[in-house]
Antibody, heavy 120, light 110 residues
Framework: QLQLQESGPGLVKPSETLSLSCTVS??????????WGWIRQPPGKGLEWIGS???????YYNPSLKSRVTISVDTSKTQFSLKLSSVTAADTAVYYC????????????WGQGTLVTVSS | QSALTQPASVSGSPGQSIAISCTGT?????????VSWYQQHPGKAPKLMIY???NRPSGVSNRFSGSKSGNTASLTISGLQAEDEADYYC??????????FGGGTKLTVL
């Protein structure tokens, strides 16, 4: 059974870079036909797609976040990561990692989510 | 890109059927058959219920169905049950090669 688990700091200071990792177990990131993506949800609000990465390294980002986002795969091929620069309080959210089918709209496996708070 | 439009809330009694709409534009919902629906219970990760407009993943009850007409997609839940009470989100692929979500709909089972 595929499992995803987010990890990273729960508190980030304004203007700094938010860094999260997603560890994939029960399956491999490399050599697969899936996308691997990040989705966030501010407290009490709706879902927002951040971006997705194909196993080969191709990336697709939310246009509103594109200038600040980087999604990449770890050389161990069992983790992928999210970096979001110049964060503000508006970036406070629960961040989810997910496996996505060829159409990146379809996230069939999700991590449990991790709350990241941006505050000094 | 603007969020897809969903009703803030819908409600129904056990056993009834309800539908949740998801309205976009010809650049997203209307232009592609790539609409998914997710169910989210409080404090939990979203769960995929419908993908590619009307396909149901293995393990999802056949009480859930999806459809699309023009720029509006719909999720229908038949035979409402108490455990269906949750937030529901739609999303769509867009002409910008990105993904946009709806604002979410809170379903109350009376």
């Amino acid at each position: 059974q595929l499992q995803l688990q987010e990890s990273g700091p729960g508190l980030v200071k304004p203007s700094e870079t938010l860094s999260l990792s997603c560890t994939v177990s029960g399956g491999s990131i490399s050599g697969s036909r899936y996308y691997w993506g990040w989705i966030r949800q501010p407290p009490g609000k709706g879902l927002e797609w951040i971006g997705s990465m194909y196993y080969s390294g191709s990336t697709y980002y939310n246009p509103s976040l594109k200038s600040r986002v980087t999604i990449s795969v770890d050389t161990s091929k069992t983790q992928f990561s999210l970096k979001l620069s110049s964060v503000t309080a508006a970036d406070t959210a629960v961040y989810y990692c997910a496996r996505q089918l060829a159409t990146v709209t379809t996230s069939d496996y999700w991590g449990q989510g991790t709350l990241v708070t941006v505050s000094s | 890109q603007s969020a897809l439009t969903q009703p803030a809330s819908v409600s129904g009694s056990p056993g009834q059927s309800i539908a949740i709409s998801c309205t976009g534009t010809s650049s997203d919902v209307g232009g592609y058959n790539y609409v998914s629906w997710y169910q989210q219970h409080p404090g939990k990760a979203p769960k995929l219920m419908i993908y590619d407009v009307s396909n149901r993943p293995s393990g999802v009850s056949n009480r859930f169905s999806g459809s699309k007409s023009g720029n509006t997609a719909s999720l229908t839940i038949s035979g409402l049950q108490a455990e269906d009470e949750a937030d529901y989100y739609c999303n769509s692929y867009t002409s910008s090669s990105s993904v946009v979500f709806g604002g979410g709909t809170k379903l109350t089972v009376l």
